[in-house]
């Protein structure tokens, strides 16, 4: 059985870490600039860079910054807008691999994306490449992404990359728009040379505020049909923004009578506890320091502060490795240490990063409810 769970890499590194000391995972926003108009995206990405996106020199200096944090080292993974708008891109990948980071992109499918371009990122020893499908068929995956052709595009680009021997990751949109064609994109991608398929669960941050997010009720029944999907899929299946469904997948592994020593064998006890703040870290494309994409509160700037230290002392971050201080349900969940819920959604619901995240469905017993810490009036004071 495969069941990948949250972010993670490989099992080994995993066991290894300290997500107080080191992120697993440095996401890094290289620009806005991107030529799709994708209705969820987060960057809101515009045709042309910020004017403040990070220069050749600042770039290199925020790679040094990252080296830093010493062994084991996070995963850089390259991302946007588009990563492939940026000129220095291979300059980039070059000297992260000088310094031991190791490199994933998740480029945009445009005319720039080619086989040329592949066999470049290939010979570069990229990790993993990410390409996003959304639709079983051009007229659901283009009502999403927004640009005539992409679906056919995406689709060949696939092809390429799998024939070229490049690992891949497929990215998912989950949502009330996209739920009932889960099923279809599935037995799509069966017929692919893919390593991973991502399920995001979509928050409504940048312009993914005009599509809608699943009901907590609906969210759970499609965990469900994950975990069985993943029992039988030739690649591994995982979850982004959605950590509840460790506890959904470890309740099944339970019912079916799997021991715990079982259990922490299995691909789902290397995601433990790895979420926002906790194992991952985002910087923009103007040096903003957040716990992920998706919880857009700064702790800071790579212009001006270390990435290593904010990471690891600034109150944002430290807040969001404290599972048993989260506010209501979360706070006192019995796995809230597996999962602690997205953070990124609790946010985009109440403005605190600490309350619970609306798409569980899951209710503590009343005795630990009564346990629960309440919202403050003013959630991000106590981050400051």
């Not at 999403?144 to 497929?170: N, S, W, Y």
Request: hydrophobic residues 40%; charged residues 25%.
């Amino acid at each position: 059985m495969t069941v990948v769970i949250g972010h993670s890499l490989e099992s080994r590194r995993h066991k290894t870490m300290d997500f107080d000391r080191n992120p697993m995972i440095v996401y890094w926003e290289m620009t806005q600039a991107c030529g799709l108009a994708c209705r969820h995206c987060r960057a809101e990405a515009v045709k042309t860079p910020h004017p403040q996106q990070l220069s050749s020199e600042e770039s290199r200096r925020l790679l040094e910054q990252l080296s830093r944090f010493g062994e084991p080292m996070p995963h850089l993974i390259l991302t946007g807008g588009d990563p492939l708008e940026r000129k220095d891109l291979f300059e980039i990948i070059d000297r992260a691999q000088v310094l031991g980071l190791q490199v994933s992109i998740t480029p945009s499918v445009t005319e720039k994306l080619t086989r040329e371009m592949l066999t470049k990122l290939k010979a570069r020893g990229i990790q993993a490449l990410g390409l996003s499908l959304d639709g079983s068929c051009a007229k659901r995956h283009e009502g999403v992404r927004g640009i005539d052709g992409c679906f056919d595009r995406t689709m060949h680009i696939m092809k390429e990359a799998g024939d070229l021997g490049l690992p891949i990751q497929v990215n998912t949109l989950v949502s009330r728009e996209t739920v009932d064609d889960l099923p279809a994109i599935y037995e799509r991608l069966l017929k692919m040379k893919i390593m991973r398929w991502s399920l995001f669960f979509l928050i409504g941050v940048g312009r993914g505020k005009s599509l809608n997010e699943l009901p907590a009720d609906e969210a759970g029944a499609t965990m469900e049909w994950i975990y069985e999907v993943a029992k039988e899929a030739p690649f591994a299946v995982k979850t982004t923004e959605a950590p509840s469904f460790r506890r959904v997948s470890l309740e099944k592994m339970r019912a079916a009578g799997m021991t715990a020593a079982e259990i922490q064998r299995t691909s789902l006890a290397h995601g433990f506890g790895f979420r926002d703040g906790n194992g991952i870290m985002f910087v923009s494309n103007t040096g903003e320091i957040f716990p992920a994409g998706f919880l857009p509160v700064s702790a800071g700037n790579v212009r001006w502060d270390d990435p290593v230290e904010v990471y690891r002392t600034s109150p944002l971050f430290r807040s969001l490795r404290k599972p048993e201080e989260f506010k209501g349900k979360c706070g006192v969940c019995e796995f809230h240490r597996v999962c602690g819920g997205s953070r990124a959604r609790a946010f985009a619901h109440t403005g605190d990063p600490l309350a619970s995240d609306p798409v569980c469905d899951y209710q503590p017993d009343a005795a630990r409810m009564k346990m629960a810490r309440p919202l403050q009036e003013n959630p991000l004071q106590v981050l400051r």
